[in-house]
């Protein structure tokens, strides 16, 4: 069954460097979004994207957070400058365009920042 | 907001029992969606049922809406140790971000 990867699944970055998440989603999926869940805590929202631009964003996504879809089979999640707090772990999705169809999840990238 | 609250928090039994899980939202929604998560691991998903769809089935799992009472269930039949996870409820409009609660953890003893 076609499923969302993610590499790296484990991300360790000196405070104050920029790091990349990388996200393939499933082939045939037309929207993508972003999580992350910080240790213990909830799933929380990050982005969505579709048709090569945000659909919606959440207060914890600054302008230290962009996203970005290079080809057609990679979904990145750039952070700026890292700080302590962006520890967690980063999950991608995506879904159809087919409308009532599941957000397929990646298995993360759990992100440290030392 | 479209957060779905899942009840219990923690859920004990032993293997072979059945397992109950509850929801409940505030909004409309088109689906509602439930999802598994293992420890340290990503969100599985389940199975979806449609806002006119009432009781669905998918092999040990038996999902129900009332979309009137604004409520779902999953049910997990015959437990197994392997089912031991945290379980999510997530309703779903549209394209819409999925907004997650804390969830049910439920520890399967063999």
């Known amino acids: 069954e076609p499923e969302v990867t993610q590499t790296p699944s484990h991300q360790v970055t000196q405070m104050g460097q920029e790091v990349i998440l990388r996200c393939v989603p499933i082939?045939?999926?037309?929207?993508f979004y972003w999580y992350r869940q910080i240790l213990g805590q909830k799933v929380e929202f990050l982005v969505s994207?579709?048709?090569?631009?945000?659909?919606?964003k959440s207060e914890i996504f600054d302008d230290q957070f962009s996203v970005e879809r290079p080809d057609g089979s990679n979904f990145t999640l750039k952070i700026r400058s890292t700080k302590l707090e962006d520890s967690a772990m980063y999950f991608c999705?995506?879904?159809?365009?087919?409308?009532?169809?599941?957000?397929?999840f990646g298995d993360g990238t759990r992100l440290s920042i030392l | 907001s479209q957060q779905g609250e899942e009840d219990p928090q923690a859920l004990s039994i032993q293997e072979g029992e059945n397992a109950t899980m509850n929801c409940s939202y505030k909004?409309?929604?088109?689906?509602l969606q439930w999802y598994r998560q293992n420890s340290g691991r990503g969100l599985v998903h389940l199975i979806l049922?449609?806002?006119?769809?009432r009781e669905k089935h998918s092999g040990r799992l038996r999902v129900t809406l009332d979309t009137s009472k604004k409520s779902s269930s999953l049910l997990i039949t015959a437990s197994r140790a392997a089912d031991t996870a945290s379980y999510f409820c997530?309703?779903?409009?549209?394209?819409?971000?999925?907004?997650f609660g804390t969830g049910t953890r439920l520890l399967v003893s063999p």
């Open positions: 994207f579709y048709n090569n631009e945000i659909s919606e």
């Open positions: 997530a309703p779903g409009k549209g394209f819409q971000k999925l907004v």
């Open positions: 049922i449609r806002s006119n769809e």
């Open positions: 909004t409309s929604i088109n689906n």
């Open positions: 999705a995506s879904t159809t365009e087919s409308g009532n169809q599941p957000q397929h």
């Open positions: 082939s045939n999926h037309l929207y």
